[in-house]
């Protein structure tokens, strides 16, 4: 059976300081990868897709990035963080054109 | 216009009842639509799918789709306190992307 993984599930970070946040997914090949933002009492916001290696589709491009350096793992980043960055960070899945989306169980980020 | 709307909540419904919820989109295109709930503090958790115009039925819960008119709803009945929650509709549109509504926040009263 397919997991995701994702960490951390908790983070403070003071403001200016980089983010790395890890996706991994586990059962299943070439999947399409996705990273949403939830702000507190907000619906979710979608960040980046990726339907494939280094295929990176941005909505939001801001001060975030992401990487897909290898067919499983998907990577969030930031250089510089801002005190707007701080939410519910979520990754999620899915497999094939009309599957849907699987969640992780998220990392919540404090900027402070 | 955003992407995808839903009714504004709180919405509030005694145990038993049918809860409806309701959801409209943009893209015109899209052909893949889904229903999640939310949890407080836990992510989406998926309820159903729905790809074909018409109502698609799970347990107590019932997906109905009309394409024509851009809208997707979900009808909760017998309504638990169980079922207090947020649900998210979304919509998968052009190159896999999913955009997700605001959500709609579900009292279900004891």
């Known amino acids: 059976s397919q997991t995701i993984h994702q960490w951390p599930a908790t983070l403070v970070q003071p403001v200016g300081s980089p983010l790395s946040l890890e996706c991994t997914v586990e059962g299943t090949s070439n999947p399409n990868l996705y990273w949403y933002r939830q702000a507190a009492g907000r619906g979710l916001q979608l960040l980046f897709y990726?339907?494939?290696?280094?295929?990176i589709s941005s909505e939001v491009p801001q001060n975030l990035s992401a990487s897909r350096p290898q067919d499983r793992q998907f990577i969030l980043s930031s250089k510089k963080l801002l005190l707007s960055d701080s939410g519910f960070y979520l990754c999620?899945?899915?497999?094939?054109?009309?599957?849907?989306?699987?969640f992780g169980n998220g990392t919540r980020l404090t900027v402070t | 216009q955003k992407e995808v709307e839903q009714n504004s909540g709180p919405l509030s419904v005694p145990e038993g009842a049918i809860a409806s919820l309701n959801c409209t989109y943009s893209d015109r295109v899209s052909q893949s639509f889904f229903w999640y709930r939310q949890y407080s503090g836990k992510s989406p958790e998926l309820i159903m799918s729905i790809y074909s115009n018409g109502d698609k039925e799970d347990g107590r819960f019932t997906a109905q789709l009309n394409k024509a008119s851009q809208y997707v709803s979900l009808l909760i009945r017998d309504s638990q306190p169980s079922d207090s929650a947020t649900y998210l509709c979304a919509v998968k549109t052009s190159y896999d992307k999913v955009i997700f509504g605001p959500g709609t926040s579900l009292s279900v009263i004891p």
């Open positions: 999620a899945w899915a497999q094939g054109l009309d599957s849907p989306l699987h």
């Open positions: 990726s339907v494939g290696i280094g295929q």
